[in-house]
Antibody
Framework: EVQLVDSGGGLVKPGGSLRLSCAAS????????MNWVRQAPGKGLEWVSSISSGGSYVYSSDSVKGRFTISRNNAKNSLYLQMNSLRAEDTAVYYCARSGSGDPHDAFDIWGQGTMVTVSS | EIVMTQSPATLSVSPGERATLSCRASQSVSSNLAWYQQKPGQTPRLLIYGASTRATGIPARFSGSGSGTEFSLTISSLQSEDFAVYYCQQYNTWPYTFGQGTKLEIK
């Protein structure tokens, strides 16, 4: 079964750090671009960051640039999001999602179940 | 940044009827447009990609059309399980952007 399992969320104070993980199974992880998308409580979807299949190319939204870093370990079939200098407005459910091909310009066809990040003092 | 605008914000339709949701891009995204469905407490689900291609396992009652800046999602005969929030997304140009969503509710 093709599956993504998100983990690593929790409660963190403003200015703190957190590292999210996404474990992939059921497909050839190294062949696909990957993404992080977030959803604040009661709000819509917001794209956060993307990484190419080999990890050479990364893209991030302006709202997280310089604070969040996307990375991957193809040997471990895992995607990561290192989040530093967290702010209250980063509070959201974070989803990892697979691009439908190796091309980063593709829709997100498989999604993780999401992991909640709460930034509060 | 490309702004995606969905209309209407809420659409009330009776089961069995047809629903048409709209999505407009602030500049051309070619056909790099996807539609997602999200039910309360659930993960988003890909319905349509490439503006008009149904994703794996999506029923034929869902269809997408459009290119450039104007897109639509049509559900031909609404089933009870179709009442949800629908998002469009452009993946043509970084940063990728989503519309604000259309809530499809039972009339």
């Amino acid at each position: 079964e093709v599956q993504l399992v998100d983990s690593g969320g929790g409660l963190v104070k403003p200015g703190g750090s957190l590292r999210l993980s996404c474990a992939a199974s059921g497909f050839t992880f190294r062949s696909y671009s990957m993404n992080w998308v977030r959803q604040a409580p009661g709000k819509g979807l917001e794209w956060v960051s993307s990484i190419s299949s080999g990890g050479s190319y990364v893209y991030s939204s302006d709202s997280v640039k310089g604070r969040f870093t996307i990375s991957r370990n193809n040997a471990k079939n895992s995607l990561y999001l290192q989040m530093n200098s967290l702010r209250a407005e980063d509070t959201a459910v974070y989803y990892c999602a697979r691009s439908g091909s190796g091309d980063p310009h593709d829709a997100f066809d498989i999604w993780g179940q999401g992991t909640m990040v709460t930034v509060s003092s | 940044e490309i702004v995606m605008t969905q209309s209407p914000a809420t659409l009330s339709v009776s089961p069995g009827e047809r629903a048409t949701l709209s999505c407009r891009a602030s500049q051309s995204v070619s056909s790099n447009l996807a539609w997602y469905q999200q039910k309360p407490g659930q993960t988003p689900r890909l319905l349509i990609y490439g503006a008009s291609t149904r994703a794996t396992g999506i029923p034929a009652r869902f269809s997408g059309s459009g290119s450039g800046t104007e897109f639509s999602l049509t559900i031909s005969s609404l089933q009870s399980e179709d009442f949800a929030v629908y998002y469009c997304q452009q993946y043509n140009t970084w940063p990728y952007t989503f519309g604000q969503g259309t809530k499809l509710e039972i009339k």
